[in-house]
């Protein structure tokens, strides 16, 4: 069997979308399942709207994702001359031909079959005619001699086999009257040169697909395979836009969600394993194959995907893979950097702080008390449990803590029950009025926990500004 090869193959002209994501995804996974080759090709041909900006995005967005390329990277604008090498070579076997329609001539053959209710394409007009005949002011685009008997079929691992008539395709630009060569016959060119096997894309290329076969045959290289994936829509199953979350994958970064959530949540996106809802990466690489993509569009819906988050925060990230994703966060929200030692309290408390978190933000902010500056503001919800009722109760409870020596979980746990059993009251009564003067909200993690992360200087003074 030939080496399975992939490509994914965006255009420079904007960040990677969250379908751009999917796709290259799908292409990752296919190759890893079959020990072949990724490749990335930046399709910047269109020099006007192509950015360093926006290739800069897309590696970015790529690599957060872990989906990093088998090889060289391809810039298909650098292999221009190859692309136009082949459409003279179409030219000279009288596949292609010399077209010197001007722009009003293309305009006037538009409106008459609209008017007519045809096609919009090319008539075809110089089709047969002697480039002799060619006006000598005008430059010529080479278009190519497309088929117009029969039909091109399209043997496609997700839509099945699809047909459509040669007849109803026009004879495409190969080259601009400038010398420089089209989208179509660039990616043509570049998939056979790169030796790619198997093209896994959006289904609005299914089109595109007809046209380049054509051309595929035409040269006599070797088809590839195809797999058009439906796109992705929104919840309301409309086309997906940014309402929807049609957005750069790096928005989903500084949204607080974690690269193998997003990435387990695309791979559900029009794929599945059975009933299978969290999978690995490695349980990913070991079942993806085509058969699995469904014909149907998917709907993008962003409390699945946070809850998806929310389970890999607590069951699958590693707590230090936690510490390093939300810091940069909760140092943005104190506005400075956390000392070292603070660095340690974070790391400590992260394995409780996570149970409550959907995403790297929640996980930030609920972390946030720990390194408040004194006196804390209270929440007007905390501020109920702070009334005169708690004021001795607090003073009693601070001395109890004052007489601990070794300050840790365990011995701060049998303190407060000892307590609540000696005054006779409910635990309550003495852990609402302890959970604001020490985080300043009326929910956190389990008081002893709180009382060990702040450590015994820093809650006793909490505990004293409130007394």
Not at 101 to 116: I, P, V, Y
Not at 126 to 150: E, L, S
Not at 155 to 184: F, S, W
Not at 289 to 306: H, M, Q, T, V, Y
């Amino acid at each position: 069997m030939k080496k399975v090869v992939t490509r994914f193959a965006p255009s420079p002209t904007g960040f990677l979308h969250i379908g751009g994501a999917r796709t290259a995804l799908f292409n990752w996974l296919f190759t890893r399942h079959h020990g072949g080759d990724f490749r990335i090709r930046i399709e910047d041909t269109d020099r006007q709207r192509s950015t360093q900006e926006a290739v800069d995005a897309i590696f970015d967005g790529l690599n957060w994702l872990g989906l990093k390329a088998d090889g060289e990277i391809i810039f298909q604008y650098d292999y221009r001359e190859r692309h136009a090498e082949v459409a003279h070579q179409l030219l000279a076997q009288g596949k292609a031909y010399k077209c010197y329609c001007s722009k009003e001539e293309l305009a006037e053959m538009r409106e008459t079959a609209k008017a007519k209710g045809l096609p919009l394409g090319y008539d075809g007009r110089w089709r047969d005619r002697d480039p002799a005949d060619g006006p000598k002011d005008i430059a010529p685009v080479i278009r190519f001699k497309a088929p117009k008997d029969g039909e091109i079929i399209i043997k496609d691992h997700v839509q099945g086999n699809v047909t459509v008539k040669n007849k109803e395709l026009d004879d495409m630009i190969l080259l601009r009257a400038d010398g420089t060569p089209t989208y179509m016959l660039s990616v043509v060119v570049d998939d056979h040169d790169m030796g790619v096997t198997h093209i896994i894309r959006g289904d609005d290329h299914l089109t595109n697909a007809a046209r380049q076969a054509q051309l595929i045959n035409a040269i006599g290289w070797d088809l590839p395979e195809y797999a058009h994936i439906p796109l992705i829509h929104g919840q309301d199953g409309a086309k997906l836009s940014k309402r929807h979350g049609a957005l750069g994958v790096d928005a989903y970064r500084d949204m607080g969600y974690l690269p193998d959530a997003l990435k387990n949540y695309l791979l559900r996106l029009g794929w599945a394993h059975g009933d299978d809802e969290v999978i690995s990466e490695k349980q990913a690489i070991e079942w993806f194959d085509l058969d699995a993509i469904g014909k149907s569009p998917s709907r993008f819906d962003f409390n699945k995907l946070e809850n998806l988050n929310g389970i890999y925060m607590r069951e699958t990230a590693s707590d230090q893979t936690l510490f390093e994703g939300c810091l940069p966060f909760l140092e943005s929200k104190l506005n400075r950097q956390l000392t070292e030692v603070e660095q340690e309290t974070l790391l400590k408390a992260l394995s409780e702080l996570k149970n409550r978190a959907k995403n790297l933000i929640d996980l930030a902010e609920s972390a946030l008390f720990l390194f408040a500056e004194r006196p804390l503001d209270i929440l007007p919800k905390a501020m109920k449990s702070l009334g005169d009722e708690a004021k001795p109760i607090l003073s009693k409870i601070y001395y109890a803590l004052e007489n601990i020596s070794d300050w840790n979980r365990e011995n701060l746990q049998k303190t407060i029950e000892n307590f609540v059993e000696k005054e006779e009251i409910g635990f309550g009564k003495v852990a609402q009025p302890l959970r604001a003067a020490l985080t300043g909200s009326n929910v956190s993690p389990g008081i002893s926990e709180v009382l060990d992360w702040l450590g015994k200087n820093e809650s006793m003074a909490r505990i004293k500004d409130q007394m």
